[in-house]
């Protein structure tokens, strides 16, 4: 692995800009599963189109809420790992510039990371579907253990959802900011997603250079310049220390 490793160095070296773009893979070491791996993967034990749908959430909003809404609030409480802190310290040291996200537990910010890119949404608050006003998970969580589901705007009395992008929703706007930053970038660093969801794996497709770290296949493994089938933690953890020169 020594090898690859001097080797992704030398391509963040030579690039101007390096984007990373990180799925549920780099998460698994916080506590949270991934969704498609056999026999641990969440979609083994929750059909995701009945879990996280908008039309169960606009239609059923009952089972929605007992099912989907929490396995939102489990990952609300997770703790970035080693990954995370070095993505964040690679940032401020000027080795990558943005980071564009599959996920949506808040471990990227929480770790420090600045110009992070949601491009699935996120779990830190709902908004209202009718006048856009934002609120904080916790409080929808209070007023869904009051029985109030769904949960109401205090302004306008209008449906509240949880501002993740659901099976149903059309992606944010931010997903055309990452495909600019992807379109300009000299380097794509794919950690932790196996590039199968659309559209957001079809940022590796336009990616000039692409450099692959994951335990499982990819989509693009044929276009990749480097592939590191290991944990992100580790093989990051030799990069920084490669880049930063402390072997």
Not at 58 to 76: C, H, I
Not at 88 to 99: A, H, L, N
Not at 150 to 177: I, K, T, Y
Request: hydrophobic share 35%; charged share 25%.
């Amino acid at each position: 692995m020594d090898a690859k490793i001097k080797e992704i160095v030398s391509l963040i070296k030579d690039s101007n800009k390096v984007v990373v773009l990180t799925g549920a893979g780099i998460s698994t070491e916080s506590g949270i599963p991934d969704f498609r791996s056999p026999e641990t993967g969440l979609w083994e034990k929750i059909d995701p189109m009945e879990a996280l749908s908008t039309a169960v959430l606009m239609n059923r909003p009952e089972k929605f809420y007992k099912q989907g809404f929490q396995l939102l609030l489990g990952m609300t409480d997770a703790k970035p790992n080693l990954t995370h802190e070095i993505l964040s310290k690679m940032q401020d040291d000027g080795y990558i510039s943005t980071i564009v996200t599959q996920n949506i537990d808040n471990l990227h910010q929480k770790a420090g990371s600045k110009n992070v890119l949601e491009v699935h949404g996120h779990i830190r608050d709902g908004y209202c579907i009718k006048c856009g006003k934002k609120m904080p998970i916790d409080h929808m969580n209070e007023k869904i253990k009051k029985k109030e589901i769904p949960p109401r705007c205090e302004g306008c009395n209008g449906v509240v959802r949880p501002s993740v992008v659901m099976f149903g929703d059309a992606l944010p706007p931010c997903f055309d900011q990452a495909w600019k930053e992807v379109e300009k970038c000299d380097l794509l660093m794919v950690m932790g997603t196996s590039l199968e969801v659309a559209p957001v794996s079809h940022l590796a497709q336009i990616s000039k250079k692409i450099v692959i770290i994951n335990i499982g296949k990819t989509a693009y493994d044929k276009k990749a310049e480097v592939i590191v089938n290991h944990k992100a933690s580790e093989v990051l953890n030799k990069i920084y220390k490669e880049l930063k020169g402390r072997n």
